[in-house]
C-alpha cells in the first residue's frame, strides 16, 4: 500500500492544531490513482496512462465548511493547504517535513491486452459479425483518511471498464475481472444489440413488465438508493423525516453493503474514513436508514454516516451508495414471467433519471422482448419507463428466489463518476407506463 | 514546471528511440464556491499535472501525471498507429488579454453574488428561492513542447456559475437550473441571471404543452446556442464534409443565405481566447458557413488539403488528463442590425422560446433535431399564455432553411467552447407533446 510511507502522528497533530473548539472537526484524504486505457488501434495513441497522487484537507467550524487540494504530496503544500482552511495564522507551526506517499505497485496488464481477442472469439461463437469499437480500462484507487484522533484503515479499489460503440448504440459494463465468462456475457449482450437492432418499439401504454436482474439493479439504484441519499433528502426538508416512512411493496428490501461488493471493490470505511455498514435502504417496504456522510449526520441522532463517496481529492464528500443488494423473494423465473404474460422483458439499460423534486423517474431500455405463453418471444425495440419513484415502487409483485451480482455501472452525480456494484434478482412489475 | 523541462523531457525522448513527442504541462488555481439550502462550502484548488505523447514507427502511448515533472523509471511500449504531431507554424501575433492577472474572487464576494440572485428571485416570485449555487473562479497556465520544435504558452482564466432554484405554488413545484461562464466572476450580473430564473421558474409552472405543425418561431440566443451545440458533427473534423454535403440542397446552400457561421480562436474578449490551440497550433478565425453555404468545417493542422478547406489551430484540451480534440473555441452566428422588436412584430401567429429544458438533441440517423423548450404562444407581437413541456423538432434542414429573420443582440452560452447566437425567426418547424 502507498500508505505504509505516511507519517501519520505528524499528520494527526498539524490537524489538531488547526481545532479551537469541540464541535469543529479536521481531516486529511490521501490518494493514489492509476487507470491504463486500451482503445482500439486507430486511436492515436491507443494506450493510454494516467497516474495521479494528491490529497486533501477539510475543516468544518459552525455550519461551513473549508476545503483545500493538490496534486503534490509533500510536507511544504500540506502546511500550504492547511493554512489555506484555516485563514488565520495558527500560532503552532502546521510543518509536516518529510510528508510522502508511494506509489501503487506495478501489474501485470495481460487481462487487458488479451480481453478484445476473448471477446472477438465470443462474438464469433455465434456465428455474427459486426462492427464495433472496444475500449477497454483498468482502475486502481487507493486512498487513506486521517482525522485528528483517527487514521482510518487505507483502502484499495481495482476493477475493470467496458464500453463498446457498435453503429446502433453503446453500452458498457464494470467487471472485477476480464475472463472468458465476462467475454461470453459482453458478446451475448452485443449479439443481442445487434439482432435486435431493427425491432420496432411497443406501444405506449400501461404493461406488466418484468425487469432482468440488470435493468433490476439499475432501477433500484435510481428510484431507491438515489431517492434516499440525504442531500436529495434535504432537497424537500429533513432528511430524518423520511425515516419510517412506507416507500414500497412490502417484500421490498433494498440494502447498501460495501463490505458485501466483490473483493476487488469491497470497502470497510468509506471516503472520510467512516465505518460502513449494512445499512437497510428499505425494511419490508420501509424506509430505515438513508445514505449520508458526516457532513448530514452532524446535529442529527438518526442519521449514520458511512456513506460518504467523492470521486477525487477535488471535489467534496456527498452521499451515495457503493454495493446494493435487494434481497431476493420466492418466485422462479416461470412465475415472474407468467405474472407478465403479455407484458413486456428487459434487461439491458440505456440510462436511468430520477427527479428529486418531483420523484419522477425514466429508465431507458434500448431493446427487450415479449412476453408471450409465459416465455420470452419476440424482440422489441427502444422504449422508455416512466412513473414517480413512490408509484413503481408499489407495482412490484413478485421478486426472483436467486440474487445475481449484475448492474454495475457508472454512476454520475453532481459530475462525480463512481462506480457501483450490485447483486439483485429478477422482478415483476404490474401496470408500468411504457413510452414508445 | 518550465517550458524548457518539457523541452528537455523531450530531447531525452529522442534519445531513448521515442523521437516524436510532445509535453504538456498546466497549473491552475481555483476558488469554488457552493452554496446548498444555507450550508456554505469553500473549495481552493491548486492543480498540476502534465501529459506525454510520445513514440516513433513502432506506435505510441500517451502518459498523463499528476504533480511535478517527474518521468517513471520507464516508460510503456509504444503500441497501435504512428504518431503525428504539428509542425512549426507561425500564425499571427498574439496579444494576451490584460484581465488574466485579476485575482481570484473572494468569499465574502461570491457568497454576496448568490445571495443578490436569491433575493432578486425572492422578491419577484414569491414562493421561489435558490436551492444550490455553485462558483467556480479559476486561473490556469499551460505550456507545451514537441519534437518538431514547437513551444508555446498561453493562461486562461474562466469563472463558471450553476445556480438551481424552485418555485412552490398551490402544491406544485418546478425546478429551474442556469449556468453561465465569463472571463471572471466579477463580470457576472446576479440580477440579470435572477431575471431569468424568475421567466424560467414561472414559465414552468404555469406553462403548458402546446403542438403545432409548421409554425413559426423566434428562439433566443440559449435555444439558438443548444442547436447550434447539438449540431456539432456538422462543424468539426473531415468527416463533417460528407454530413454537409447530404444536408446541401440543390441550390448549392445548407441554410439560409442570411446564415453565416464562424469560428475564432482568438476572438477578441472570448474566454477561451489564445494565440495557439491544445498543439500549439497557431489559433485564427474559420469560416463555416458564408450566406448558407457550407464553406468548411475545423480542420486541425494535418486535415487542411486539397478542397476541404484551411486547417487551424482548433484543437482543445480541457486539462492535462485530456487528449487534444477538435472543438469549437468561440462558434457564432453572425447577428445583423435588426432589433428583437421588429422581429417579434413579424410574427402574426406562432411561439417565442427563451428557454431549454434539456439539450438539444441531433438523431444522426435520421439528422432530426429536437429540443424541448419554454416560452410563449405569440399573436400578432404579444405573448398569449405560455408554454412547457413540449419538444420543437426538424429536420436539421428546416431548422437551418427555414430562418427567416436574424436579430442583432449576440450573447454567448458555455457549451464545447462558447457559442454565440442572436434571437432567430425560424418558420417551418413542429411543436410536438412527448
Known sequence: MPFSV???????????????????????????????????????????????????????????????????????????????????????????????IGDLPEENLEPMEKFPTLLARAIRVHHVAFPYELRVRRHRRALQAVSEQLKSPAQMEAWYSLEWQMPWGCGGTLEVDLTREVAANVAKSMVAFFNHREAASPQSGSRRLVLGPKAAAVFL??????????????????????????????????????????????REVDDEGSPTRRRWLLRKGVVEQPLADTGWTRGSTLLEAGAGRRSDRHVPVIPRCHHLELLPGEADEADLLSLAEGGLWFNEVSWGRLDPWTGKFQLSFPWGRKIEGGRLAGAIGPCRLRGTVAELLEKILALESESHPSGAGWCAKEAQRLPVWANTPSLTLRDVEIQS | MKSADLQRLVTDLGKKGLPVAEAYGKEGRSRRLKWVSGNKEVQ???????????????????????????????????????????????????????????????????????ESVNRKISADLPGARLVKAVLEDGASESRLANSEGVVGESRSRTAAFLLEAVYSREGKTVLGRLYTAEREARNIRPLALGSRLVDFLSTRLEGRPQKADNTTVILAPRVMTSLLAALEPLWCGPQAINLARRLTEADGRLASPNFHLSDNGRRPGGIFSAGIDGEGVPTREIRLVQEGRYCQPLLPWNQGRGNRGQSS????????????????????????????PSLLKS?????????????????????????????????????????????????????????????RDLTFYPGQGMIGSPPVLISGLNLRVP
Open chain 1, 6 to 100: 505516511l507519517d501519520f502522528a505528524t499528520v494527526s497533530r498539524a490537524l489538531s492544531r488547526l481545532k479551537e473548539r469541540e464541535d469543529e472537526s479536521i481531516d486529511a484524504y490521501f490518494e493514489v490513482v492509476d487507470e491504463v486505457e486500451q482503445l482500439p488501434e486507430e486511436d492515436r495513441p491507443s494506450r493510454r496512462h494516467r497516474v495521479e497522487r494528491g490529497f486533501s484537507v477539510r475543516l468544518r467550524r459552525e455550519g461551513r465548511s473549508w476545503m483545500a487540494s493538490a496534486d503534490e504530496v509533500t510536507g511544504q503544500r500540506f502546511e500550504h493547504a492547511l493554512r489555506q482552511v484555516a485563514r488565520v495564522h495558527p500560532r503552532s507551526s502546521l510543518a509536516v517535513p518529510g510528508l510522502r
Open chain 1, 221 to 266: 439504484h435510481e428510484a431507491v438508493a438515489h431517492a434516499l441519499e440525504a442531500d436529495v433528502l434535504a432537497a424537500g426538508g429533513r432528511p430524518e423525516a423520511a425515516i419510517g416512512l412506507p416507500l414500497g411493496w412490502e417484500g421490498l428490501n433494498v440494502i447498501d453493503d460495501p463490505q458485501n461488493a466483490p473483493q476487488a471493490v469491497a
Open chain 2, 44 to 114: 481552493m484548488l491548486e492543480e498540476m499535472g502534465w501529459a506525454l505523447r510520445a513514440g516513433g514507427e513502432n506506435g505510441a502511448f500517451f502518459w498523463a501525471q499528476a504533480g511535478p515533472l517527474e518521468p517513471p523509471s520507464s516508460w510503456p511500449s509504444p503500441q497501435g498507429l504512428p504518431l503525428e504531431l504539428p509542425p512549426l507554424l507561425v500564425g499571427q501575433p498574439w496579444v494576451e488579454p490584460g484581465d488574466l492577472q485579476a485575482p481570484l474572487i473572494g468569499e465574502g464576494d461570491g457568497f454576496a453574488l448568490m
Open chain 2, 313 to 340: 489551430g482548433c484543437t482543445r484540451r480541457p486539462g492535462w488528463r485530456d487528449r487534444p480534440r477538435v472543438s469549437p473555441s468561440h462558434l457564432v452566428l453572425e447577428p445583423t442590425q435588426e432589433r428583437v
Open chain 2, 347 to 407: 410574427l402574426k401567429q406562432g411561439f417565442y422560446f427563451f428557454e431549454v429544458e434539456a439539450e438539444a438533441v441531433l438523431d444522426a440517423s435520421t439528422l432530426r433535431l429536437s429540443i424541448p423548450v419554454l416560452g410563449f404562444e405569440m399573436e400578432n407581437g404579444n405573448a398569449k399564455s405560455p408554454v412547457r413541456g413540449s419538444r420543437l423538432e426538424g429536420s436539421v434542414c428546416q431548422f437551418l432553411r427555414g430562418i427567416e429573420g436574424i436579430a
